[in-house]
């Protein structure tokens, strides 16, 4: 297997590191419980929603993990390591076997201002073992820009890099997850550079999930990068879109944007956010049942005009699981719970990289509920 061998290769071993779980809980229902019996089917699906977001490449776990309250002091502070591609790949794993219904996916920025890891190798090991780990779904971030548009639509494709060829164990084949870009637009044809939303169907239940790359994206990355595209307003786009989810039938709808807020409180408390997401989020269609965000690199889980925003830190040091009950007769989202467990390791995501970069020199109206649980 190609992820095998690139870890056979590895020059430097890794540390047995822990990745923190943010559960993102959400929960309100429209008229009386229907109690289910062995002859009568659940009146709702469930659907486990797995999010990362701003993974940056970081296949090793981050130096300085994640700061978490001292659980014997309140007062204080600590660090705990959290992080890396093969720690979140086995939690990833271990929470959708619990699941009947599962998806996982991400708000943007998973490549683009990598470690050298990933950089040397321009980002294929990193969208080789998101899509190991089965990542589905990603909205395009700011970062998928940096080496401009025909590198990230190579990352999606596959193919060899057109200066420095392939390098890995065998040629690069592109994600398995799909890119999503609802707001970007081919200035010449104004058709959409990628799709806007994926539909995903869970007991016959369609689900869309709409992807958005931030408005201000040309504004923050090389303007070689974007040329000919151009970037539309975040709200405007997602409200375009849901008379046309309903026409087919879609009622529950989710929001991947890679844009962010600033939360007051700690990880499982939201007294207060600010930030351009509030102000998207306050425009968006009621239709939107679930925003999961990203961008500012911060770790929240919010309720913004009585809908559930998430978001989960950066660099994989986080997964957040948020639980969405699907009402079957009217097919809308109408609950979120949620529940926990942790990560051993999963072998052979880092191969072949970590000899080649050594030997070049680099080393190195609703109810919420939520709940971290460190493992």
Known sequence: ??????????????????LAVLLAVQRHRHGAAVAPSLAVPSPRVDLTTLAINDFHGNLRPPTGGISIADPNDARRRIAIPAGGAEYMATLVKQLRA?????????????IGASPLLSALFHDEPTIVSLSA?????????????????????????GGCHPTTACKGPRPFTGAKFRYLAASIFDKRTGEPFLPPYEIKEFEGIPVAFIGLALKNT?????PSGVVGLEFRDEAETVNALVPLLKQHGIEAIVVLIHEGGFPAGDYNECPGIAGTIVDIVGKLDKAVDL??????HRAYRCVIDGR???????????VTEIELEIDRK?????????????????????????????ARGFCGGRRHHARRTPA
């Open 133 to 157: 780990m089965g990542l589905e779904i990603a909205a395009v971030g700011n970062h998928e820009f940096d080496a401009g548009k025909d590198e990230l639509l190579r990352m999606q494709n």
């Open 308 to 318: 559930l925003i998430t978001s989960a830190d950066k660099f994989g040091t986080i």
């Open 330 to 358: 009217t097919r809308d989202a109408v609950a979120e719970p949620a529940q926990a467990p942790h990560p051993p390791g999963l072998e052979g995501l880092l191969l072949h990289v970590g000899r080649q970069a050594a």
């Open 1 to 18: 297997m190609w992820l095998r061998q690139w870890r056979r290769l590895a020059a430097f071993a890794g540390t047995i590191i822990v």
């Open 218 to 222: 040309p504004n923050i990355v090389a």
């Open 291 to 296: 925003v999961v965000s990203g961008h500012t």
């Open 98 to 110: 619990r699941k009947k219904n599962s998806v996982f996916v991400a708000a943007g920025d998973l």
